[in-house]
């Protein structure tokens, strides 16, 4: 079991670039979550998916960000246009279900504009 | 709105020695899960230890155990007999029982484990 991967694990953008993470759940989990962590912060969530669906888009900017989960493949999390003020740390977790809270988060993807 | 608070930004402590770390916070809802991450320098989140807060047992794992106060809203995290790996970010976080299960986080206490 590989667990939870993301990939890349470093992601170097030009301003206006954009940037695309993945995110392949551990085997069997169809619940995603992306979490975003700011320098000497927590994690920040962005959205909750499952499989095809959008569950909870609240922490999710408003403009230039978006994220899918399709029925094959891995989860995207999708930063058009980047500006420097995205650069930072950015988790996916998955879980079985949505009520054990047995959450396992990957390794993250750390984003550099430049 | 969920809230975290973790007010030691840093702390350190002798191997072997215990230290306790704070976490206070806040939610008008009675059901809900809290939860203390390790975040080494690797930046991998590894899960510490769960409480659910319908339990008024503390949760403990091995030399990981917590003081979880309910009505107080208070969720510390002790860790005893310290080792030179437990040097890392802590996070303290909560997540609703029913809700979409979006994790809150704290802005994380930063242990250093002295030789």
């Known amino acids: 079991n590989a667990g ?41 969530f962005m959205v909750y998916l499952q499989k095809e669906n959008i569950i909870d888009e609240s922490g999710m900017p408003k403009e230039r960000f978006s994220a899918e989960f399709p029925k094959e493949g891995p989860s995207i999390l999708r930063i058009q246009q980047v500006v420097r003020g995205d650069s930072a740390a950015y988790f996916c977790a998955s879980s079985l279900d949505s009520r054990n809270y047995g959450y396992t988060f990957g390794s993250g993807t750390r984003l550099t504009v430049v | 709105a969920q809230t975290v608070t973790q007010s030691q930004p840093e702390m350190s402590v002798q191997e072997a020695e215990t230290v306790t770390l704070s976490c206070t916070y806040d939610t008008s809802e009675s059901n809900y899960y809290l939860f203390w991450y390790k975040q080494p320098p690797s930046r991998q989140m590894i899960l510490v230890i769960r409480q659910e807060a319908y339990k008024q047992q503390n949760a403990t794992e091995n030399r990981f155990s917590v003081n979880f106060q309910k009505a107080a809203k208070s969720f510390s995290l002790k860790i005893s007999d310290s080792q030179l790996g437990d040097t890392a970010m802590y996070f303290c976080a909560l997540a609703l029982q029913g809700g979409s299960e979006k994790l809150v986080f704290g802005k994380g206490t930063k242990l250093t484990v002295n030789p």
């Not at chain 1, 694990?9 to 992306?34: D, F, I, N, T």
Request: glycine letters at 8%; proline letters at 7%; aromatic letters at 8%.
């Open chain 1, 4 to 44: 939870v991967m993301q990939n890349p694990r470093h992601l170097v953008r030009r301003r206006g670039q954009e940037a695309r993470l993945r995110c392949s759940p551990m085997k069997g989990h169809s619940h995603v979550y992306w979490y975003r962590q700011l320098p000497e912060e927590g994690l920040k």
